[in-house]
């Protein structure tokens, strides 16, 4: 994709003056909805436009009256941390007529308004662009009913659309993630973690249906999460006969001892026939298994006759043929509900400003765009090629062309596809490859919330590769110490949803122990290693490529898997864990912040982990509203300090009450947390009081989140592929030897894709001594942080999307490699 050219652009120069922006929420709600209203008013309001709410969504722009209202700064404080939509949202049949949006736009002109930001699904969309089309049309009638005056085709001759998708379906093509997708995948999870306490404890089978519409996304991503044995989902109806084979594997999995198994199940599935899969249809078929199941269900899942394959189908197939114990849980609109995540406040708020931007820049020839995020940018796309493409998808389905409805659902739906076969369906040993190559895999570091998921890939992987797989414990410690035992497939079951490291860990670096390492790998006969942990586990990879002279052991195919809360590894835009301590820190400031609501002018000083790096700090400032951050990356002084006091205090004069402040552990040595607080305390006398809060190792702690989760399984797999592919490229003589850059590498995330980088090559980009890489994508982040805030700045907006400069790709390029 081109790149604009760097520029650094100054909102005083991006003038709202003069326009007016109406937002509104139209068609399900969805966790984050507010997040992006917040962003849209306040962003607007900061360029200096007018801003409106549209209560009620398109049927309250055809009532209009009392539900356009003007937003305020403080209209749209503390809804950050809400779920569903502050502003409401309503189906509205009349605006699917002529005459309903002539009201609406009658509604519109009454109070100058000509830029609108749309928060909805694709339908909501099109209607908005089908506005827009016929806004011209529409002035033309008004003044012929002399409802408005002629002069007002002129002064309002061209309606501008900004769109963002609010859906948990993630169903649109055109953008990674939609509004709301991750909370409720949060939300399933939860429940997921939940019911498998209670199903191991009485042998139970769960069948769980979740929603999704006509697509299977959160059906396979949760599946993926929590180790599903079956997914069934609307894009790749179940062959004939899957009956038999879902009750085969179901019944292999407790021989082998398992108390749990999962399928999942999205709600309508049907099956390659287009039928329903009806509960009596189910009873016809055989069963028999014992001990612990759970069927997740995606609602609108199929089989190949177009057969609704519903969980009533699944349990009395389950109880029929195999004798279990079962019970069926349907999620429903759980799945929409509660907090929304830290991901999704930080999408929603980045798409709000992005839109407010859209609209300062459209002028009358610029179709309507949609904002999306692309890898870790927000980009334009226009609003009607990505709503064709997402029809596209289900014109594919309804004409049974499965295979390329799952590649049009994108390049990351595909890969969650795949991977998720691949873990899930274990193949008997007879049929298994025979490699002859052992792979040990090891945590380093601290631990991280998701390291255990990427160990139970990693080694399922190496199994159906045909390798042993030897797990060391304790890091480099328990390497040469000879703590290395071979690890089998059962052994990682029920791994994902566990957090720290089953595996254990420790910080120890390899380079005083290299000779004992050498030892034990010539004692077990290790061919390769996959390393999985923080900037411990990069430094030790560096030692043992540095060390391949002397010890020729080391001589074999080495990855590195980025896991640690800091997200300080270089080479990589996110680490394994970092979404999970992300959560921590927002759902604890929420907690902080609600106990304020009854003190009035309160500030919290928080101080969160990271060492030198600032991502826990900016970006948790960010999803959780801060009024500032402190972090060592953005060097600050006593000046800054009191000018953040300043501000805070001119703040707590209107009707806001209360502040948040996040400080990075080591962002200065001086101005440390106590100090912060003191000087808080004493400048805000009689003006407001502090309290202050260290949240320490609560941040590593808990369950992986969703993201976590499936960020470690699907990176995991993929570093074993290619751990494979590089024993069989340097097996000769029958022995490995690898000794050059490229096989001695860390697998990270750069912007859209997952990348093999050889770790010597990362030396150069890395600080050493505060252990962070010299480049850091989110301190782009942080302007947005104190925009919000209220805070006069500049914005780089270099990797802004514009039109202009977004290549027009089909879904199967647009789709994140990695994105949840």
């Given at each position: 994709m081109a790149q604009p050219d760097s520029k650094k652009i100054f909102f005083e120069n991006l003038s709202g003056a003069g326009k007016a922006i109406a937002v509104l929420t139209s068609g399900g709600d969805a966790q984050g909805m507010n997040a992006a209203v917040r962003a849209v008013v306040r962003m607007g309001l900061y360029v200096g436009a007018k801003v409106y709410f549209i209560h009620e969504g398109y049927q309250g722009m055809v009532d209009g009256g009392d539900n356009i209202k003007e937003a305020s700064w403080e209209s749209v404080s503390s809804m950050l941390q809400v779920g569903g939509t502050v502003i409401g949202s309503a189906r509205c049949k009349e605006f699917r007529t002529h005459e309903g949006r002539l009201k609406a736009a009658h509604n519109l002109v009454q109070r100058g308004i000509t830029n609108l930001c749309v928060i909805g699904g694709d339908g909501s969309l099109t209607g908005a662009n089908l506005f827009r089309e016929e806004w011209s049309e529409l002035l033309g009638e008004l003044v012929k009913k002399d409802l408005i005056a002629s002069d007002a085709v002129q002064k309002y001759s061209a309606l501008h659309i900004v769109g963002m998708v609010g859906s948990i379906d993630n169903d649109f093509c055109g953008t990674d993630m939609t509004i709301g997708t991750d909370s409720a995948l949060h939300r399933i999870i939860e429940v997921v973690d939940a019911i498998m306490t209670t199903a191991q404890s009485h042998q139970r089978t769960f069948v769980l249906e979740v929603m999704g519409r006509h697509c299977g996304y959160l059906a396979l991503v949760s599946a993926l999460a929590c180790g599903a044995d079956w997914v069934l989902i609307p894009e790749m109806p179940p062959e004939d006969g899957w009956e038999d084979k879902m009750c085969q594997k179901l019944s292999a999995t407790r021989s082998r001892g398992t108390r749990l198994n999962i399928i999942i199940v999205a709600e309508g599935a049907l099956d390659r026939h287009g039928k329903p899969i009806t509960s009596s249809?189910?009873?016809?078929?055989?069963?028999?298994?014992?001990?612990?199941?759970?069927?997740?269900?995606?609602?609108?899942?199929?089989?190949?006759?177009?057969?609704?394959?519903?969980?009533?189908?699944?349990?009395?197939?389950?109880?029929?043929?195999?004798?279990?114990?079962?019970?069926?849980?349907?999620?429903?609109?759980?799945?929409?509900?509660?907090?929304?995540?830290?991901?999704?406040?930080?999408?929603?708020?980045?798409?709000?400003?992005?839109?407010?931007?859209?609209?300062?820049?459209?002028?009358?020839?610029?179709?309507?765009?949609?904002?999306?995020?692309?890898?870790?940018?927000?980009?334009?796309?226009?609003?009607?090629?990505?709503?064709?493409?997402?029809?596209?998808?289900?014109?594919?389905?309804?004409?049974?062309?499965?295979?390329?409805?799952?590649?049009?659902?994108?390049?990351?739906?595909?890969?969650?596809?795949?991977?998720?076969?691949?873990?899930?369906?274990?193949?008997?040993?007879?049929?298994?490859?025979?490699?002859?190559?052992?792979?040990?895999?090891?945590?380093?570091?601290?631990?991280?919330?998701?390291?255990?998921?990427?160990?139970?890939?990693?080694?399922?992987?190496?199994?159906?590769?045909?390798?042993?797989?030897?797990?060391?414990?304790?890091?480099?410690?328990?390497?040469?110490?000879?703590?290395?035992?071979?690890?089998?497939?059962?052994?990682?079951?029920?791994?994902?949803?566990?957090g720290g490291s089953l595996l254990g860990t420790k910080r120890t670096l390899p380079a005083k122990h290299l000779e004992k390492i050498a030892e034990q790998m010539r004692k077990h006969n290790i061919n390769a290693l996959l390393v999985i942990g923080g900037f411990e586990a990069f430094e030790s990879l560096l030692q043992l490529y540095e060390a391949r002279g002397t010890y020729e052991e080391l001589c074999i195919p080495m990855c590195m898997l980025p896991a640690t809360i800091s997200n300080n590894v270089p080479g990589t835009d996110l680490s394994i864990g970092a979404d999970?301590?992300?959560?921590?820190?927002?759902?604890?400031?929420?907690?902080?912040?609600?106990?304020?609501?009854?003190?009035?002018?309160?500030?919290?000083?928080?101080?969160?982990?990271?060492?030198?790096?600032?991502?826990?700090?900016?970006?948790?400032?960010?999803?959780?509203?801060?009024?500032?951050?402190?972090?060592?990356?953005?060097?600050?002084d006593i000046k800054d300090l009191q000018a953040n006091v300043e501000h805070l205090t001119e703040k707590m004069k209107t009707t806001i009450q209360r502040g948040l402040v996040l400080r990075n552990e080591n962002s200065n040595d001086n101005y440390t947390t106590d100090f912060i607080y003191q000087l808080y305390s004493e400048e805000g006398r009689g003006v407001f009081d502090c309290r202050k809060n260290v949240l320490g190792h609560m941040q590593q702690g808990g369950a992986p989140s969703p993201f976590d989760r499936n960020f470690g399984t699907k990176i995991s797999a993929k570093a074993m592929q290619w751990i494979s592919k590089k024993l069989v490229e340097t097996f000769r003589n029958g022995r490995v030897f690898a000794n050059t850059e490229d096989s001695c590498c860390l697998l990270g995330m750069r912007r859209r894709a997952l990348v093999f980088q050889p770790v010597v090559q990362l030396k150069d980009e890395t600080d050493f001594v505060h252990r962070i890489p010299k480049e850091q994508w989110w301190l782009k982040l942080r302007p947005l942080m104190k925009i919000l805030a209220k805070y006069k700045t500049s914005y780089d907006v270099s990797d802004s999307g514009q039109l202009e400069h977004v290549v027009r790709l089909r879904p199967t390029e647009l789709e994140a490699s990695v994105a949840m």
């Amino acid at each position: 994709m081109a790149q604009p050219d760097s520029k650094k652009i100054f909102f005083e120069n991006l003038s709202g003056a003069g326009k007016a922006i109406a937002v509104l929420t139209s068609g399900g709600d969805a966790q984050g909805m507010n997040a992006a209203v917040r962003a849209v008013v306040r962003m607007g309001l900061y360029v200096g436009a007018k801003v409106y709410f549209i209560h009620e969504g398109y049927q309250g722009m055809v009532d209009g009256g009392d539900n356009i209202k003007e937003a305020s700064w403080e209209s749209v404080s503390s809804m950050l941390q809400v779920g569903g939509t502050v502003i409401g949202s309503a189906r509205c049949k009349e605006f699917r007529t002529h005459e309903g949006r002539l009201k609406a736009a009658h509604n519109l002109v009454q109070r100058g308004i000509t830029n609108l930001c749309v928060i909805g699904g694709d339908g909501s969309l099109t209607g908005a662009n089908l506005f827009r089309e016929e806004w011209s049309e529409l002035l033309g009638e008004l003044v012929k009913k002399d409802l408005i005056a002629s002069d007002a085709v002129q002064k309002y001759s061209a309606l501008h659309i900004v769109g963002m998708v609010g859906s948990i379906d993630n169903d649109f093509c055109g953008t990674d993630m939609t509004i709301g997708t991750d909370s409720a995948l949060h939300r399933i999870i939860e429940v997921v973690d939940a019911i498998m306490t209670t199903a191991q404890s009485h042998q139970r089978t769960f069948v769980l249906e979740v929603m999704g519409r006509h697509c299977g996304y959160l059906a396979l991503v949760s599946a993926l999460a929590c180790g599903a044995d079956w997914v069934l989902i609307p894009e790749m109806p179940p062959e004939d006969g899957w009956e038999d084979k879902m009750c085969q594997k179901l019944s292999a999995t407790r021989s082998r001892g398992t108390r749990l198994n999962i399928i999942i199940v999205a709600e309508g599935a049907l099956d390659r026939h287009g039928k329903p899969i009806t509960s009596s249809y189910v009873k016809d078929n055989r069963a028999g298994m014992k001990r612990l199941n759970i069927i997740i269900v995606a609602e609108g899942a199929i089989d190949r006759n177009n057969k609704v394959i519903t969980t009533e189908y699944i349990k009395n197939l389950v109880v029929k043929c195999l004798g279990f114990d079962t019970r069926v849980t349907i999620l429903g609109h759980v799945q929409r509900g509660g907090t929304p995540s830290a991901f999704d406040r930080i999408l929603a708020s980045r798409m709000g400003v992005e839109a407010v931007l859209a609209l300062l820049e459209t002028t009358a020839n610029t179709p309507a765009c949609v904002v999306s995020l692309y890898g870790n940018q927000s980009v334009r796309l226009p609003l009607m090629e990505c709503v064709q493409m997402t029809q596209e998808v289900q014109k594919a389905m309804d004409e049974k062309r499965f295979e390329e409805a799952v590649k049009l659902r994108g390049r990351s739906f595909e890969n969650n596809l795949k991977t998720y076969k691949l873990l899930a369906h274990r193949k008997p040993e007879s049929e298994l490859p025979s490699s002859n190559f052992n792979v040990a895999v090891l945590n380093v570091g601290a631990p991280a919330a998701g390291m255990n998921a990427a160990v139970r890939s990693a080694v399922r992987v190496g199994i159906s590769e045909g390798h042993k797989m030897f797990a060391v414990s304790d890091g480099f410690e328990g390497f040469y110490k000879g703590q290395i035992k071979e690890i089998k497939w059962a052994d990682v079951g029920g791994w994902t949803g566990q957090g720290g490291s089953l595996l254990g860990t420790k910080r120890t670096l390899p380079a005083k122990h290299l000779e004992k390492i050498a030892e034990q790998m010539r004692k077990h006969n290790i061919n390769a290693l996959l390393v999985i942990g923080g900037f411990e586990a990069f430094e030790s990879l560096l030692q043992l490529y540095e060390a391949r002279g002397t010890y020729e052991e080391l001589c074999i195919p080495m990855c590195m898997l980025p896991a640690t809360i800091s997200n300080n590894v270089p080479g990589t835009d996110l680490s394994i864990g970092a979404d999970t301590a992300l959560n921590a820190i927002v759902e604890t400031c929420d907690r902080i912040k609600q106990s304020a609501s009854g003190t009035k002018r309160r500030v919290f000083i928080i101080e969160t982990m990271g060492g030198y790096c600032g991502y826990l700090a900016s970006v948790g400032g960010l999803a959780a509203g801060a009024d500032a951050v402190y972090i060592y990356e953005e060097p600050f002084d006593i000046k800054d300090l009191q000018a953040n006091v300043e501000h805070l205090t001119e703040k707590m004069k209107t009707t806001i009450q209360r502040g948040l402040v996040l400080r990075n552990e080591n962002s200065n040595d001086n101005y440390t947390t106590d100090f912060i607080y003191q000087l808080y305390s004493e400048e805000g006398r009689g003006v407001f009081d502090c309290r202050k809060n260290v949240l320490g190792h609560m941040q590593q702690g808990g369950a992986p989140s969703p993201f976590d989760r499936n960020f470690g399984t699907k990176i995991s797999a993929k570093a074993m592929q290619w751990i494979s592919k590089k024993l069989v490229e340097t097996f000769r003589n029958g022995r490995v030897f690898a000794n050059t850059e490229d096989s001695c590498c860390l697998l990270g995330m750069r912007r859209r894709a997952l990348v093999f980088q050889p770790v010597v090559q990362l030396k150069d980009e890395t600080d050493f001594v505060h252990r962070i890489p010299k480049e850091q994508w989110w301190l782009k982040l942080r302007p947005l942080m104190k925009i919000l805030a209220k805070y006069k700045t500049s914005y780089d907006v270099s990797d802004s999307g514009q039109l202009e400069h977004v290549v027009r790709l089909r879904p199967t390029e647009l789709e994140a490699s990695v994105a949840m």
